[in-house]
């Protein structure tokens, strides 16, 4: 039998040892915590920088546009070099997304990437995807995204053909897809170029998930899939532009 002294010192004991578990598990979900905040906050100021960053860009893009549509398109006397600059300035200067349809503007962007890399271009949007729940900036950002995939195509893929898709992937989900049938993953530097680096933080800030899918000799795959939008029945469009 043990004594009545030990017992009561085996339960103090007992329970020092119960708050001591305590007070450390306590000490690691309060430090857990902590660090989950300090996460938080720091990914809502690099959201918040990366916003102010490409709001810079664009303002940027602006400005030269009206530089050289001002300044130095009415300077130029020669029809072909007035004809790219007019280009230039169309290409930097982002499409009103409060008058014009995103789905239109993406399905002029292949028909201009078609005209001006000779490049075939086949676009298939379904009909009834409504981007109007996306504020002008948000289609903007997708706009972009699908911009600089046209622009890489152009100047790394040796491509002969590309093709843009925009469809649901899932009820939950839309999928805009820029594909091509050139060189593949080579057409993205070791060190992603500024244009990655932009389309990385536009997907950040619409939440949407961004990958690059390349197998050797099939060409490059840019994926961009976002939560979905209120929709109809998916039908699709398709034209090929070249």
Not at 176 to 184: A, F, L, N
Not at 202 to 207: D, E, M
């Amino acid at each position: 039998m043990i004594p009545e002294g030990v017992e009561h010192t085996n339960f103090i004991s007992l329970v020092w040892i119960s708050v001591f578990i305590i007070a450390v598990l306590m000490f690691c979900l309060c430090y857990l915590y902590l660090s989950i905040r300090r996460t938080q906050e720091s990914e809502r100021e690099s959201l918040a920088f990366s916003g102010l960053a490409i709001e810079e860009l664009e303002e940027e893009r602006r400005r030269i546009s009206r530089e050289l549509h001002d300044s130095v398109l009415p300077l130029v006397r020669d029809p072909a070099l007035s004809s790219q600059i007019r280009l230039i300035c169309t290409e930097l200067m982002p499409p009103d997304f409060v008058r014009l349809f995103l789905k239109d503007s993406l399905a002029d962007l292949c028909v201009q990437f078609s005209k001006r890399s000779g490049i075939e271009c086949v676009c298939s949007i379904e009909e009834d995807l409504d981007f109007a729940v996306l504020s002008p900036e948000n289609q903007l950002h997708l706009f972009r995204m699908v911009q600089e995939s046209f622009t890489n195509i152009e100047k790394h893929s040796g491509a002969h053909r590309a093709v843009l898709v925009v469809r649901r992937s899932t009820p939950e989900h839309i999928l805009i897809c820029v594909s091509d049938d050139g060189v593949g993953i080579r057409s993205i530097p070791g060190m992603p170029g500024l244009g990655i680096r932009s389309m990385r933080q536009r997907a950040i800030i619409l939440g949407a998930k961004l990958d690059f899918k390349s197998e050797s000799g099939n060409g490059l795959m840019v994926r961009i899939e976002l939560p979905a939008m209120k929709t109809a029945a998916p039908e699709a469009r398709e034209f090929a532009g070249g």
